[in-house]
């Protein structure tokens, strides 16, 4: 299986798509960047056109014509990071690339439970606080030991994977909307963290994929 | 370098660990499965010797002495599945179980959000929406992609992780939602059968601890 080429079809925003998006940047694979303003997405869900239902979703193009669809933001990284290469260099590093990945989505989970699926005001501001002052301080402790003991500056030894690009993506979102952009607040406590977000900003092909990229709200 | 041993660490329970163990068995690989205690948990908690503080842990030895400790219920069902080919023949087929795997595990989530919903009317309501639409249009997914495989599983090639993951996760809500397998899917039934029946699952069905959960 050789030439294949790439729609990515989502909202216009970050979000789900963009991890995705940047494995593909850091690739240099060159894709269709299908964007769907909101009116259109209920047109587009009914159509059928969508495995199920949801975004986002990949379209394979073969290279007979024959189209495959993926759904599920997990299964799309998962299947262009191991084509591209940054899943890790064997079993093994492939292993702690997943529960890496596993572990960073759990983070993700619970901001989105405080974030949107928390309807009680006191509720929710309690969630913030937990999350503030107990769950990201604890999540980034965990990954600064394990980038600490890396031999790269990255999650696993061989170098930057899909792992890097989603913490990467959430600590981005959660700079820009809660910190005015200001890194060191929310990472200038964890070096080796600051050095993976760092070295991800600082690649070339993702530095050209984030000046050129839409600026979205989320 | 081989692996040598395997050691599934978790709880007395079917829980997060039961996908672990049901693809070790698919796979026909014997492994230890370490049940811990509360109290032993506190202690193994605080002397940190699990990646990520949680359970379950899959400890594999490998042939130098060596232990590898993998966390993450799924991130260990996937390292298995790729070792013993249970993960679909080739990465369409393999994207295609994973896509299926994370429905599934979305509709999880989403019961779950639902079942410890402290707020009792939005619980009420909620649980009420997953019977009727969420659930019906999940297992719907599921039922007609099953309907068009050769195989009347979820890869067309045979049996793998997808298929232990509708297994199992179909025992979760079952027992949580107070019901059987609706009647009107008969294909998923049928997948339920196909895996209760593989000789290494129905050996572990069998030896398995019964437990509440």
Redesign the interface.
């Known amino acids: 299986m050789s030439k294949e080429t790439y729609k990515i079809v989502y909202f216009n925003g970050r979000g789900r798509a963009e991890v995705p998006r940047l494995i593909l940047a850091v690739a240099g694979v060159e894709f269709e960047d299908e964007r769907l303003e909101r009116e259109d997405w209920p047109a587009r869900k009914a159509s059928g056109e969508t495995p199920f239902g949801q975004l986002p979703y990949l379209v394979i193009k073969k290279e007979n014509g024959d189209k495959l669809k993926i759904a599920q933001s997990s299964t799309i990284v998962r299947y262009l990071a191991r084509k591209f290469g940054l899943f890790g260099k064997d079993p093994h590093e492939e292993a702690k690339v997943d529960m890496y990945q596993e572990y960073i989505n759990e983070l993700k989970e619970e901001i989105a439970k405080v974030m949107f699926h928390t309807s009680d005001e006191v509720a929710k501001a309690e969630g913030e606080k937990k999350l503030k002052e107990t769950t990201l301080p604890a999540f980034l402790s965990k990954a600064n030991d394990i980038l600490g003991a890396s031999k790269s500056d990255f999650f696993v030894d061989s170098g930057v994977t899909a792992a890097d690009l989603l913490l990467f993506h959430i600590l981005q979102s959660i700079i820009a909307i809660r910190c005015d952009g200001d890194k060191t607040k929310v990472i200038g406590d964890y070096p080796n963290v600051m050095k993976m977000y760092d070295g991800v900003e600082s690649n070339k092909s993702i530095a050209t994929w984030l000046k050129k990229r839409p600026v979205t709200p989320f | 370098m081989a692996d040598e041993s395997y050691k599934l660490i978790y709880f007395n329970a079917r829980g997060n660990g039961e996908i672990p163990r049901l693809m070790l068995s698919l796979a026909g690989q014997p492994f230890e499965d370490h049940r811990v205690q509360r109290e032993q948990w506190i202690e193994m908690k605080s002397s940190g010797e699990t990646?990520?503080d949680q359970l379950p842990v899959l400890e594999i030895k490998k042939s130098d002495g060596s232990v590898?400790k993998?966390?993450?219920s799924?991130?260990i069902a996937?390292?298995i599945a790729?070792?013993y080919d249970l993960n679909g023949k080739?990465?369409?087929e393999?994207?295609?179980v994973?896509?299926y795997v994370?429905?599934m595990r979305?509709t999880v989530?989403s019961f779950m959000?639902i079942r410890f919903n402290?707020?009792e009317q939005?619980k009420e309501q909620g649980m009420k929406d997953f019977k009727e639409k969420t659930f019906p249009?999940f297992i719907g997914?599921i039922n007609d992609a099953t309907g068009h495989t050769k195989s009347g599983l979820i890869a067309d090639s045979g049996m793998t992780r997808g298929d232990v993951v509708v297994f199992a996760v179909l025992d979760i809500l079952s027992s949580m939602m107070g019901e059987n397998i609706p009647d009107g899917y008969p294909h998923v039934a049928k997948l339920i059968h196909a895996v209760e029946n593989h000789p290494h699952i129905s050996e572990w069905l069998k030896k398995r601890p019964k437990t509440d959960f």
Do not use: I, S, V
């Open positions: 990646p990520f590898f993998l966390a993450q799924h991130a996937q390292y790729n070792k080739n990465p369409h393999q994207a295609k994973d896509m994370e429905l979305d989530t959000r402290p707020d939005a249009a997914k």
